[in-house]
């Protein structure tokens, strides 16, 4: 007859007969099999199922195969279910700890082979790295036990049911258990065996854990060393040649620190590791070992006694193909991918990972926030009501959690925070997890945001404070809110570091404002930076019913609920291509920083501890971004928070270009990450001469015209641009609208008292109620002179009395087409606009127009509060190449303070276009695109943007900035765009 699981499933209890106390995840010697590879796998619609397919000589010939780690719903075409992505929403009801009966459940098969050997082990462990979420185990037809928290590792001993030869384990994983509950972090909701399962023969007389602790402290390291083992296991020794170190401790009272000289310390930079092992006679476990201290003096937070700043990520493991399953050539590359792009440290949001990875992070080098797998953020909704984390009845569940995440990675010198996990509301069992940690591990602090009166925990943490909000904290914090705090709580909180282990948005185009995040770090001592979110987004790989691939969001599964595109908020795209926001945060976060003084530039070294000697420096001249001269910089090796003053060297200046200096610091030999040459840091100096802009030739005895008439190159009918050089074009049109990025179709609170934003409606949805996106024309007048054509055309909306009055001006300067646009917004506009610019069709024909080259800020796209990665130059890129394929489609792929454009077809020039500032100095930029921004914005992925037979250049004479109000700050208010009168100034010739 059918089980009834619901008691097991719905049961708080953490696991049933899995091994405690938790231990390391340690390179041991001690025989080991891995049962990573096929398994036999069947799938139920409800966990009431009969569990005779754990019986020995169960037939499983009719079962799928499936590989083992995976998730099912991964597998099999849909055969077995589809993902779900809910951010904060339960994808069932909230019934704590109570879930449907409907709860997809697989059931796992195996044979494996135990070697004759193997009975002369003290036991045989079966280890699993990770199930989500509640799973049984049986060997040969014994029940061993069950376990749940996703991501963390659970061990079985099972020598009483295996046996030389031939033994088959059976699990049987439900997707849907009370653990769902407090694991309701931000990301697909994936089942299965996704980690490895190992079975482990644990030899008589070996070690069961090993702790190394070490310190440093001037030159001198010290090692404290925990050893669990039987007492038979002694003598346990210590070898740690490179230091010339051989420790045997007899017992395990003789178990003492050690104190050791001429260490070279371990930190982000300088990631040393010293290869130790620990060995009795039956086992030999191989580590890696970094020396460092990690402390809070006041309000600082100090590894090896100087102040850390996180140049962070959070990061999420996933895959578009595997979802959570680890890959050690992907995650290596992924890291150090993270390190070419200045990133220090990173967040394990929202559980651990794979321990491999940890590996990985002390090898490279980065600063690592070990996070709990825990997250109940779904309760919020119901006002924290029911949250387990003040229920006692959960509080074994916490605890459980909690040690296994700090037992399996304590070893790793890079981890230099524990967090207790993330948006679970606050309570008792959240403050005694961290009065566990605190009495397991003195020597790192505990994190958790949602502690907002600082408690239990030891540093002063936020999400998405604005830049206004984080100066004040950076102050004495007096004026700065703090959340649901008494005075004392306050006043407590702003004693300690304050670090944002979330901010700066990063879905879809954006986010803006990283410079002012980080300017705020170098000015306020007590604040340590901070973790973007987030580092990739989580695009799942899938196919059109047509087979077009694409990456898919939340709903293109057909969840019931689900939080749509909001997975899609990293800093790479799903398939691993940095985004334009990526470069930006290299460069604003870079370790060198120049500033040039006369003929002197000052360099500093920004970085924590390693000083400039694997850096070299490298200059080049352009005139008008064409290389004319190069060399290298001669700079002294600068220490740690040094900086140094070097000559500039001498610049070629001509009166008929751009003069550009640029200097580059990059690696001076290959690393783990990066090849010798890789640039770290840049910065460009403007030495060209003032210019005067030519005076616009006013015109005069203009005459009403049917503005039918040829201008050079280009001809008008009826007062209407039809040809460019025998080429077809319409235009200019007016365009106010942008297809909205995440960034505008955000709705947050945050937005500044300045701001022409309203608090909870996004500003593409005022756009649209301003219809911006549909805007319509009415022609004024047509005049013209000899060699001129001047229309005046009023722009507005359906059913809106705003308007926009654009006077165009044609004229002949030479033998070049000068076009100046002014464009003069009605009074009573209240809302910022997206873009003020111009916009010209270009039809196919025989020859599309499909790349660029151009002058001006690239090569990359830039906004006004995204700039920095940008630099001056000369660039080409093809049309294609031109936008980003952000996964909701969305505005992109705009260029800044254009001088020169020149639109090709197949390498052939057909238009340049030259620029000139505006009476502020205030340079135009260009956007190339195969679409429009209505276009773009009906389109909720890239295959379904429309065919299209037409190229479309925008010349913007501004751009609104992106901020970071998908989930975050709005725009801040001196990047945002008020409707106001602009010119745009062109002159145009044929290629």
């Not at 780690?69 to 099999?76: A, E, I, N």
């Not at 065996?193 to 190992?198: E, K, M, N, Q």
């Not at 550009?660 to 783990?672: G, K, M, S």
Request: glycine share 8%.
């Amino acid at each position: 007859m059918p089980s009834q699981p619901s008691a097991y499933v719905s049961d708080t209890a953490p696991e049933r007969g899995a091994l405690r106390p938790a231990r390391s995840w340690l390179h041991s010697d001690a025989p080991s099999r891995s049962l990573n590879g096929l398994w036999r796998f069947r799938l139920s619609p409800t966990a009431s199922v009969a569990e005779d397919f754990a019986a020995e000589g169960f037939d499983d010939s009719g079962w799928d195969h499936i590989p083992v780690p995976s998730h099912w719903v991964l597998q099999g075409d849909g055969a077995y279910g589809r993902p779900i992505y809910t951010n904060v929403q339960f994808p069932f009801p909230i019934d704590p700890p109570h879930v449907p009966d409907e709860n997809p459940t697989g059931d796992y098969r195996r044979h494996f082979e135990v070697p004759a050997d193997w009975s002369e082990a003290e036991r045989v462990v079966l280890r699993f790295d990770g199930v989500e979420s509640l799973f049984k185990v049986w060997v040969n037809g014994d029940e061993i036990g069950s376990a749940s928290g996703s991501r963390l590792a659970h061990e079985f001993d099972v020598t009483s049911s295996v046996r030389p030869g031939d033994n088959v384990v059976a699990v049987r994983v439900h997707q849907w258990s009370a653990a769902s509950y407090v694991e309701d972090q931000d990301q697909w909701w994936l089942p299965g065996i996704f980690r490895d399962v190992t079975v482990i023969a644990r030899p008589v007389g070996g070690i069961e854990d090993v702790w190394l602790r070490t310190g440093f402290d001037n030159g001198r390291g010290q090692v404290e060393a925990e050893i669990t083992a039987d007492a038979a296991a002694f003598p346990v020794t210590l070898r740690l040649p490179e230091l010339g170190i051989e420790q045997v401790w007899a017992t395990a009272a003789d178990v003492a620190p050690l104190e050791v000289d001429d260490v070279e310390p371990w930190s982000a930079e300088q990631p040393r590791l010293y290869d130790v092992t620990v060995s009795t006679a039956a086992e030999s476990i191989a580590m890696r070992v970094g020396f460092r201290t990690v402390e809070i003096r006041g309000d600082r937070f100090l590894v090896n006694g100087r102040r850390v700043v996180f140049h962070g990520m959070n990061r999420h493991e996933t895959h578009p193909e595997r979802g959570r399953v680890f890959d050690e050539e992907h995650a290596r590359e992924d890291l150090a991918r993270m390190k070419r792009f200045n990133v220090n440290a990173i967040r394990t949001s929202h559980y651990p990972p794979h321990p491999r990875l940890l590996d990985l992070a002390d090898e490279l080098g980065f600063w690592v926030i070990l996070e709990c797998d825990l997250e109940t953020h779904g309760f919020g909704d119901l006002d924290w009501v029911g949250n387990p984390s003040d229920d006692p009845a959960w509080r074994e569940a916490y605890l459980d959690r909690i040690r296994r995440t700090v037992e399996r990675d304590k070893n790793h010198p890079s981890i230099v925070i524990w967090s207790l996990g993330n948006e679970a509301g606050t309570g008792s069992n959240l403050a005694a997890m961290s009065a566990w940690v605190h009495a397991r591990d003195t020597g790192r602090p505990v994190h958790y945001e949602g502690d907002h009166a600082g408690e239990y925990t030891d540093v002063y943490s936020r999400m998405y404070s604005s830049v206004l909000e984080t100066e004040q904290i950076g102050t004495d914090g007096s004026r700065a809110p703090l959340l649901n705090c008494t005075p004392a709580q306050g006043a407590r909180q702003r004693t300690k570091p304050f670090l944002l282990c979330e901010y700066a948005h990063a879905m879809g185009n954006g986010p803006g404002a990283l410079d002012q995040y980080e300017a705020l770090v170098h000015e306020h001592p007590r604040l340590h930076g901070g973790f973007i979110w987030e580092w990739r987004d989580h695009g799942i790989l899938t196919t059109t019913p047509d087979g077009t691939p694409f990456y898919a969001y939340g709903g293109d599964f057909g969840e019931v609920v689900h939080d749509g595109n909001f997975v899609m908020d990293g800093m790479l795209l799903s398939n691993d291509v940095p985004t334009p926001s990526l470069h930006e945060y290299k460069a604003v976060v870079q370790p060198v920083r120049f500033t040039f003084d006369g003929d002197e530039v000052a360099i500093a070294n920004l970085r924590h501890s390693a000083d400039m000697s694997d850096l070299r420096f490298r200059w080049r001249v352009e005139h008008d971004g064409t290389l004319v001269e190069s060399g290298d910089m001669e700079v002294p090796v600068v220490a740690a928070g040094e900086s140094a003053r070097v000559p500039l060297p001498r610049i070629a200046v001509t009166q008929d270009a751009e003069t550009w200096l640029t200097i580059d610091a990059v690696l001076a030999a290959e690393t783990a990450w990066a090849h010798a040459g890789h640039v770290i840091a840049t910065a460009q100096l403007d030495r060209s001469p003032r210019r005067p802009v030519p005076a616009v030739r006013r015109e005069t005895d203009w005459r009403r015209s049917d503005g039918t008439l040829t201008l050079g190159i280009a001809e008008f009918v009826d007062g209407s641009l039809v040809s460019l050089a025998g080429r077809a074009v319409a235009g200019p049109r007016l365009e106010l609208f942008r297809a909205p990025t995440d960034n505008d179709e955000g709705a947050t609170q945050e937005v500044e008292e300045s701001d022409a934003s309203l608090s909870g409606v996004s500003n593409a949805e005022l756009w649209r109620r301003d219809g911006l996106d549909r805007l319509t024309t009415r022609r004024l007048s047509v005049e013209r002179t000899a060699d001129a054509l001047r229309t005046i055309a009023k722009v507005s909306a359906a059913n809106s009395a705003l308007s926009v009055i654009v006077e165009s001006v044609w004229s002949l300067v030479g033998d070049e087409l000068e076009l100046r646009v002014e464009i003069e917004p009605s009074r009573g506009w209240l809302t910022v606009w997206p873009r003020i610019g111009i916009r010209f069709d270009l039809p196919d024909g025989a020859a599309p127009v499909d790349g660029a080259e151009w002058f001006g800020l690239g090569p990359l796209e830039s906004y006004p509060d995204s700039i920095r990665a940008a630099r001056t130059g000369r660039f080409s890129s093809s049309i294609r190449d031109l936008s980003v394929d952000y996964a909701r489609p969305q505005e992109t792929g705009h260029r800044s303070q254009l001088r020169q454009l020149t639109l090709t077809s197949a390498g052939a020039e057909v238009l340049r276009i030259e620029t000139f500032p505006d009476t502020h100095g205030r340079r135009p930029g260009f956007t190339l695109s195969r679409h429009t921004p209505q276009q773009i914005a009906q389109a909720g992925h890239p295959f379904e943007l429309p065919d299209s037979t037409t190229s479309h250049l925008f010349v913007d004479a501004a751009q609104h900035g992106l901020g970071s109000r998908a989930c975050g700050p709005d725009v801040w208010p001196e990047f945002a765009l008020r409707p106001e009168a602009r010119t745009i100034r062109l002159r145009i010739t044929a290629g």
